[in-house]
């Protein structure tokens, strides 16, 4: 069995950052591809950056320049630090990762939630 677990979001005004960690624990024997989606109200949930076990990057074009994803192996972690933050930003983010144990397998986090506003 894994666990999956979200933290770091928050209210933040335009213009604010914020850091989102997702962690990852449990029956684990490799983690492959790391992202990070979003849904907003009312609309369908969007890849924002994923990063593959290499270091590859992929990002939504909406958010390139102003997010990174990074990882830490070490700690089966991902993250996503958020700058620039504008309020088409304010959603619910959820990681998902391909963690292999017997055989490779998508995991959700609980998702966590990102408001940006004055």
């Known amino acids: 069995q894994v666990q999956l677990v979200e933290s770091g979001g928050g209210l933040v005004q335009p213009g604010g950052s914020l850091r989102l960690s997702c962690a990852a624990s449990?029956?684990?024997?490799?983690?492959?591809?790391m992202g990070w989606y979003r849904q907003a109200p009312g609309k369908q949930r969007e890849l924002v950056a994923a990063?593959?076990?290499?270091?590859?990057?992929n990002y939504a074009d909406s958010v390139k320049g102003r997010f990174t994803i990074s990882r830490d192996n070490a700690k089966n972690t991902v993250y996503l630090q958020m700058n620039s933050l504008k309020p088409e930003d304010t959603a619910v983010y959820y990681c998902?990762?391909?963690?292999?144990?017997?055989?490779?397998?998508?995991?959700w986090g609980q998702g966590t939630q990102v408001t940006v506003s004055s």
């Open positions: 998902n990762l391909d963690i292999t144990y017997a055989t490779p397998r998508l995991y």
């Open positions: 449990g029956n684990i024997f490799s983690i492959n591809t």
């Open positions: 990063i593959t076990n290499a270091g590859s990057t």
